[in-house]
């Protein structure tokens, strides 16, 4: 198993540009999500999910949407990128019901992360 | 909402030594407490986690304890090794219903001296 995967690993924007990062997880975890990491302030959520098709928001989300197309995959966009969001991306997963490679657990299994830079 | 802070911001010790890392959490209503631990480059991994109906748990070199009165919680690790040195960060997980996000520390960064 792969685990959790970002794409991609360094991104430089421009103000005002758009990108979208993808997350993806062949766990068969129910729940997906978004934290930002900036010096001196550990990890805080931006978006998260609780299943396919759902959404919901985190401690941080202006700036932000995301969606849960698909149950292992959980895509963060960017609309108009600013200074400000620049910053390091991890995606993370956890809760897999029963029937996947995980047992029932509380524990969030995270991706090596995206290395954003607005100028 | 839950707010977890972490002492101290950094931590250095001597081989062989040991390292505590202290967490406080406000929620009286959290129920689970991870340790993460990253290594330059790398996201977080799990650690080591206790849950609120244990006081105490321990893996190896590594053990965590829990105040719950206090609303506190502890990382400890003996006999620390070079390859300890990294980031560690403390999270609790609030009751709120189909909610399973964790409210992070600041994080510590340990640095293990040969």
């Known amino acids: 198993n792969a685990g959790v995967t970002q794409t991609p690993k360094f991104r430089v924007l421009k103000t005002g540009q758009s990108m979208t990062l993808l997350c993806a997880q062949d766990m068969n975890h129910e729940y997906m999500y978004w934290y930002r990491q900036d010096p001196g302030m550990g990890l805080r959520l931006i978006h998260y999910s609780v299943g396919e098709g759902t959404t919901a928001k985190g401690e941080v989300p202006d700036g932000y949407n995301v969606s849960r197309l698909k149950k292992q995959n959980f895509l963060l966009g960017l609309e108009s990128a600013a200074p400000s969001q620049t910053s390091v991306y991890f995606c993370?997963?956890?809760?897999?019901?029963?029937?996947?490679?995980?047992?029932?657990?509380?524990?969030?299994?995270f991706g090596p992360g995206t290395r954003l830079t607005v100028l | 909402g839950e707010n977890v802070e972490q002492h101290p911001s950094t931590l250095s010790v001597q081989e062989g030594d040991s390292a505590v890392i202290k967490c406080t959490y406000s929620d009286s209503a959290s129920n689970y407490f991870p340790w993460y631990k990253q290594e330059l480059g790398k996201g977080p991994q799990l650690i080591i986690d206790?849950?609120?109906?244990?006081g105490e748990k321990k893996d190896q070199r590594i053990a965590v304890t829990l105040n719950k009165t206090a609303k506190h919680f502890s990382l400890h690790i003996t006999e620390t090794q070079p390859e300890d040195s990294a980031v560690y960060f403390c999270a609790a997980k609030p009751l709120a219903t189909g909610r399973r996000a964790l409210t992070f520390g600041s994080g510590t960064r340990l640095q293990v001296q040969p």
């Open positions: 993370a997963s956890s809760y897999d019901r029963g029937g996947g490679p995980a047992p029932f657990t509380d524990t969030q299994y």
């Open positions: 206790i849950r609120s109906n244990v």
